[in-house]
């Protein structure tokens, strides 16, 4: 009895809280306004433990092909470029303005801050899943709703080579004609 | 399909044109190139069967076709002469001249393709990198193993400080050497 009588305080206490933090508006979600350290670690492991098991079983073809890279080329200049950058290019409004920030793609994933990968396979899986579900309350789209698999794996084909592109190549590959 | 890869281009177009419009730096807007530039295809470090430089060469090989397919061959000399003037292309350039090329150009001669790629090439190329050339017309004849091409062509644009806004005749006479034209006459005049 005084057990159940604890637990329902805690409950009641539990409920208070998010009740006063909810209402009260002291949560700042202004953009330009960064997660403490303990919620962004808590959003980030969040994140990577939930991409990692949702691509877990998603097989990877073979990326290694030239038409691909030309598909994934020019969808990639389109429609991620604008966050993601491109090489030769260290920033954009979007790439500012955003947060979380979206990761420069154009440089190798030791040289962007904070991400933990795995082997190989493992990257092109979580971009694929990335790049087709999106992330919830961050700029990043789903693109799956208008864009087939091969599609995206173009695009993830084409962002594992893209960190040793020079701006030229980079031009070539993804211009439209 | 032709129609359908323009109207693919122009939709692809509408929309990086309105994708740009989130980016504020107008740097940005006036690099948007929607054509490849092939002259600046980079390969020293990369192998051949690497998909990326296949990738490359797909893009490129399909901009030559595009450009010099329907060409007879003599019409492609001079093209190929043509385009390596305007791109600085030197080596590409003396290729296409015959040894022994007499040209006419500004009242002067020069007798040599050794002659001019030392001396008037440089500054022909650097004239033509800035100057646009629109031909109005061109005329070919071909007898056997020798051609001659006479072209009429507007030039305009701004060249040390001076308005350029002048028509430029050219005729050319080609020789068929071992299988390949060359130019063995040049004679430049506005």
Redesign the interface.
């Known amino acids: 009895m005084k057990i159940f009588k604890l637990l329902l305080l805690l409950i009641a206490l539990a409920l208070g809280t998010t009740a006063t933090v909810m209402y009260s508006g002291i949560v700042n979600v202004a953009a330009d306004e960064p997660h403490s350290d303990f919620v962004y670690w808590l959003l980030e492991e969040t994140r990577n433990n939930s991409i990692k098991k949702a691509a877990q079983h998603i097989e990877v073809p073979n990326l290694e092909d030239a038409e691909l890279l030309l598909m994934g080329g020019a969808d990639y200049e389109f429609m991620c470029s604008s966050c993601h950058l491109k090489p030769g290019q260290s920033e954009s409004d979007m790439s500012l303005g955003l947060y979380p920030a979206p990761p420069n793609l154009a440089v190798s994933n030791d040289e962007h801050k904070g991400h933990e990968h795995g082997d190989e396979n493992q990257a092109d899986r979580n971009n694929f899943w990335v790049i087709k579900h999106g992330i919830k309350a961050s700029g990043m789209p789903a693109w799956g709703k208008t864009h087939d698999d091969q599609r995206i794996w173009a695009m993830v084909a084409f962002i594992k080579r893209l960190p040793t592109l020079s701006p030229e190549q980079y031009q070539i590959l993804t211009a439209v004609e | 399909m032709k129609i359908m890869n323009k109207i693919a ?1 122009v939709l ?2 509408t ?2 044109l309105s ?1 740009a419009a ?4 107008p740097k ?1 807007h006036a690099t948007k ?6 002259s ?3 390969h020293k470090n990369m192998a051949m069967d690497d ?2 430089m ?3 060469m ?3 090989l399909h ?1 030559i076709d595009h450009s010099s397919k329907k060409m007879s061959p003599v019409e492609k000399t001079v093209h190929l002469f043509h385009m390596a003037l305007k791109k600085g292309k030197q080596k590409q350039a003396r290729e296409l001249l015959d040894d022994n090329v007499t040209i006419f150009e500004g009242g002067r001669v020069e007798r040599t393709a050794a002659e001019y790629a030392n001396h008037h090439m440089l500054a022909d190329m650097k004239y033509l990198a800035v100057i646009n050339t629109e031909t109005l017309e061109q005329n070919i004849k071909v007898f056997g193993d020798i051609a001659y091409v006479m072209s009429r062509s507007k030039s305009t644009g701004q060249y040390k400080n001076k308005d350029i806004n002048h028509e430029s005749m050219e005729t050319m006479i080609l020789q068929k050497t071992n299988g390949n034209w060359k130019i063995s006459h040049i004679h430049w005049s506005n």
């Not at chain 2, 190139?33 to 092939?38: G, I, P, R, V």
Request: hydrophobic content about 45%; glycine content about 0%; overall charge positive.
């Open positions: 281009a692809l177009a929309l990086t994708m989130n980016a504020h730096d940005s190139a929607l054509k490849a530039d092939c600046n295809m980079e998909p990326l296949k990738a490359m797909k893009k490129c901009q």
